[in-house]
């Protein structure tokens, strides 16, 4: 490899330094001896570059040109262990040659060395939103790229410090780019994070908006496989996967892995509880929300406003592989064991004129909006609980859920790695 780059730097000198010649004396190189090198830097430096030493388990190397961004340092000044970069203008780069690099479905957190690294974009609403980005030693790895996943949070919860999780470990020492991110006006009680720009949207278009702008700037990253890029979310977090990958279906998302959001305002206030006499949540929600579900209030303005925050309305236009998971009891939905599966089970609906619900409906709802909507893969699940493909739901019909409860097993880092290999 050194005495590759070797003769690479050899060759280019050389070339410069007859243009510089020729220039300074008026005498011209021979053409043979300038068309000789000329041909041996551009038909032979492409090879020098040596992949030799790439896993076995990676594909064609790529050429392509990209859009990358512009790299400076950033105010406030980050951690000793990170790097900044931030969008501000965009340039052409040469081209970039690098090896694909897929994770297996298994996951190994040991298989590379990682390093969490800050960036900062500013979305479109011009409010500037601050990130990590936990991915493989580019030093050890310099010449694979890998795909990458943008983690979602859930409810209006802060999601930068996710880099540092359990999931974000494993995923990204699988082998993955892992990129997490605090949407406008968020940020945790961690010292050590920083609040991004703007006030909070309830993950409404302007979230989702930044959430695009973000995997739009992760797709043009050299060491990023751009066609293999996806949204995972938790809970709330499918209002803002949903509307980013719906309303913007000319972004090639690979896929979406949704765990256990609500489909519509019913869900997310815990109308279902409310409505069978617990209100404890419901309550909750009501402090922390501006609006009421729409079955309350079917006024005009508190329409419009959830027009842009029911995730059930957005999943049809997505173009790429949609993946709920729902275990058996879900984490915020009723019933919560098997004694109470009959309390809630409404099909048509409850005596006040609220929508039906019966067990995991929600993800029945959302199941189905994408099947009729056109979604070209949609599933329920993983490959233990054989739910297939393209299949839709019902209160008599319904899918084989995850055991138990989704807290239960890093089910979210088993659904990521399965799609990121998905070939359908």
């Not at 965009?90 to 970039?96: C, K, L, W």
């Not at 945790?188 to 695009?212: A, W």
């Not at 404890?280 to 609006?291: A, D, L, N, Q, S």
């Not at 993946?323 to 005596?351: C, K, M, V």
Request: hydrophobic share 35%; aromatic share 8%; net charge negative.
């Amino acid at each position: 490899m050194k005495r590759n780059l070797i003769l690479v730097t050899t060759l280019i000198i050389f070339s410069l330094s007859c243009a510089t010649f020729t220039e300074l004396t008026g005498v011209e190189i021979p053409e043979t001896v300038s068309s000789a090198v000329t041909a041996i830097v551009t038909k032979d430096f492409p090879t020098l570059i040596s992949t030799d030493e790439a896993p076995t388990d990676t594909v064609k190397p790529i050429e392509e040109t990209r859009v990358v961004a512009k790299t400076e340092q950033t105010s406030p000044q980050p951690t000793q262990e990170e790097q900044a970069t931030t969008v501000s203008v965009t340039t052409t780069a040469p081209v970039v040659k690098c090896t694909p690099t897929l994770p297996a479905v298994k996951p190994n957190k040991d298989a590379y060395q990682t390093i969490i690294e800050p960036f900062e974009i500013v979305a479109p609403s011009g409010n500037r939103l601050y990130g990590l980005i936990r991915r493989p030693n580019p030093q050890e790895y310099p010449e694979l790229c890998f795909p990458a996943v943008v983690l979602v949070p859930g409810g209006i919860n802060p999601g930068r410090m996710l880099a540092h999780g359990i999931d974000a470990e494993v995923l990204s020492g699988s082998g993955m780019v892992v990129v997490t991110f605090n949407a406008e006006g968020r940020v945790d009680e961690s010292p050590d994070d920083i609040l991004s720009e703007g006030t909070e949207d309830y993950n409404g278009f302007r979230q989702q908006d930044g959430l695009c702008a973000i995997v739009s700037y992760i797709m043009e990253q050299p060491y990023v496989i751009p066609e293999n890029v996806g949204i995972s979310t938790q809970s709330y977090g499918i209002t803002m996967g949903a509307g980013c990958v719906g309303r913007y279906p000319e972004i090639p998302i690979k896929y979406l892995v949704d765990g256990e959001g609500p489909s519509s305002s019913f869900t997310t206030c815990h109308g279902p509880r409310f409505l069978a006499g617990d209100v404890g949540k419901y309550e909750t929600v009501k402090r922390i929300f501006p609006h009421l579900a729409t079955w309350q209030d079917r006024s005009q303005e508190n329409l419009d406003w959830w027009a842009e925050r029911e995730a059930v309305q957005w999943i049809s236009a997505f173009r790429g592989a949609y993946l709920r998971l729902q275990a058996t009891w879900d984490h915020a939905q009723p019933p919560d064991n098997e004694s109470q599966i009959a309390r809630f089970y409404r099909p048509d609906g409850w005596t006040d004129g609220a929508p039906a619900w019966w067990h995991n409906k929600h993800a029945t709802d959302m199941v189905n909006a994408a099947v009729n909507g056109g979604v070209p893969w949609v599933r329920v699940n993983l490959p233990p609980q054989g739910n297939p493909v393209n299949a839709t739901y019902d209160a008599d019909h319904m899918p084989v859920f995850l055991p138990d409860r989704m807290a239960d097993r890093p089910w979210s880092v088993q659904a990521i790695l399965e799609m990121v290999n998905i070939t359908e």
